[in-house]
């Protein structure tokens, strides 16, 4: 069973390096607040679209750092390296064939989803150098499921200042046209994001070689194909790939709905959004680990223990999202100025900060519980019940944003909502259902 000092050492690392990957985001909506509305709003949708796609690749990598906590903690370290190697082979394959499928079609879909033609045109221009990312953030997400399998995460924390440094230097760089380079604005922000997953990469890489032992998890000699253990990883990581894709496109179709509302309310959502991921930071670290010490935890024998560690988790992470609400509550406006120096937008976001904060609350606690299911191998019932809400929350999205037309914080009690329906669910399947034999 493990202590709530070995869960923190696990997640403390995670948690810096989620904080400082997030830095790009806040870095590039608090630069283009200052170009423009119009800026700030097109990096939104691009982004978010960047994203969907990107999603798959993570979801599969999600799978795969099931699999390989799984063997982790059975002790059969030689069967971790397979599963990198193949997993990072598919998905710089699958890189590929993303990549000429959005060149092709992200014009025609995004023209038909954003209805602002400057907009439009400032997201295309973002996208269309956006999407070289996927070259590398597909790998890079592999070593990130590799060393969070194996809990060995402290070098996520360097990885991500290494990513951070790069992209703030960068969009001030290329943002803005200083140090001799032409201001390039929205798509300087997008080349940015672009060599700071390079950057990323190459750390990976090099740490690896250098600092772990390649022949005591398998990752000594390269491999071709093997076709029944990429079968085996897909056979886990199908379901994470479909999940982690529909939560985001639901995510899309909130800022569609926002959209048609006007420029100066997306604008607001992003801003929002921005603060909303950073306070996610912790819920997101403490779910990874969640998922992995579970997987770890079945491998080693523990299976009657899982329901204690979960609950350790949680705990942990409500205490952590109640400490980190109090700036946001008590201080909204000072955090807002940090995106945009315009009264009026200053203004207009704090209620939609104070439904976010509500969310947060409930957040911290349902990810913990919905994440456990997918670490005791049962990805499948995570889908299941993560489609059932979501259908929920796109239909209440489309009705509050499209039909109602309310305000942008009203639109956003839509996370309240679905945090709710992921919590309830996600603790009946825990308690009810029969999970604990699950074979991997």
């Known amino acids: 069973m493990y202590t709530n000092k ?24 608090a630069f283009l607040g200052r170009v423009g509305e119009v800026e700030l709003g097109a990096s939104a949708m691009g982004g978010l679209f ?109 990885n991500s200042v290494v990513m951070a440094l790069v992209n703030v230097l960068l969009d001030y760089v290329l943002i803005f046209g200083k140090c001799g380079m032409p201001e390039m604005g929205i798509k300087g922000a997008a080349v940015a994001s672009v060599m700071a997953e390079a950057a990323s990469l190459v750390f990976f890489l090099t740490y690896t070689f250098v600092k772990v032992d390649l022949k005591k998890f398998g990752l000594n000699h390269w491999q071709r194909i093997d076709v029944s253990l990429l079968g085996k990883i897909l056979s886990i990581s199908c379901f994470t790939m479909v999940q982690y894709f529909l939560a985001m496109a639901t995510w899309f179709v909130f800022f569609i709905a926002i959209e048609r509302l006007g420029q100066r309310e997306l604008a607001i959502a992003n801003i929002v959004r921005s603060i909303y991921v950073v306070l996610l930071i912790p819920v997101q670290a403490l779910s990874t680990t969640a998922n992995s010490l579970v997987s770890n935890l079945i491998g080693a024998g523990g299976v009657t223990q899982v329901m204690r560690l979960v609950g350790r988790i949680v705990r942990m992470s409500f205490l952590i999202m109640l400490i980190c609400i109090v ?20 203004v207009e976001s704090v209620p939609s900060l104070y439904v976010i904060v509500g969310a947060m609350m409930i957040a911290s606690v349902a990810n913990i519980y919905f ?21 929920l929350y796109t239909l209440y999205v489309l009705w509050i944003g499209m039909v109602v037309k309310a305000s942008v914080s ?24 029969k999970w604990q034999n699950k074979k991997i």
């Open 6 to 29: 070995e869960i923190w050492n696990v997640s403390y690392p995670i948690f810096l390096g989620l904080l400082a990957q997030n830095i790009i985001n806040v870095t590039d909506t």
């Open 50 to 158: 960047y994203i969907c796609v990107f999603t798959v690749a993570f979801g599969f990598s999600v799978g795969s750092q099931i699999l390989i906590a799984r063997r982790n903690g059975e002790g059969r370290y030689k069967e971790v390296g397979p599963v990198m190697i193949q997993g990072g082979t598919f998905l710089l394959g699958l890189a590929v064939v993303l990549f000429g499928l959005t060149h092709l079609a992200a014009p025609s879909i995004v023209r038909l989803l954003i209805s602002s033609d400057s907009i439009y045109e400032a997201a295309m221009e973002f996208l269309s150098w956006r999407i070289l990312g996927f070259f590398f953030a597909f790998v890079n997400v592999m070593f990130r499921a590799l060393y969070i399998g194996i809990t060995r995460t402290k070098v996520l924390t360097m």
């Open 327 to 346: 700036p946001v509550v008590f201080f909204p406006h000072d955090l807002l100025s940090v995106y945009t120096n315009e009264p009026a937008l200053l």
């Open 371 to 391: 994440n456990a299911i997918s670490g005791t191998g049962n990805t499948q019932a995570a889908l299941v019940l993560e489609m059932g809400t979501l259908v």
């Open 410 to 433: 009203v639109c956003f009690s839509v996370e309240v909502v679905y945090y709710t329906l992921l919590l309830v669910s996600s603790v009946i399947y825990l308690k009810k259902a």
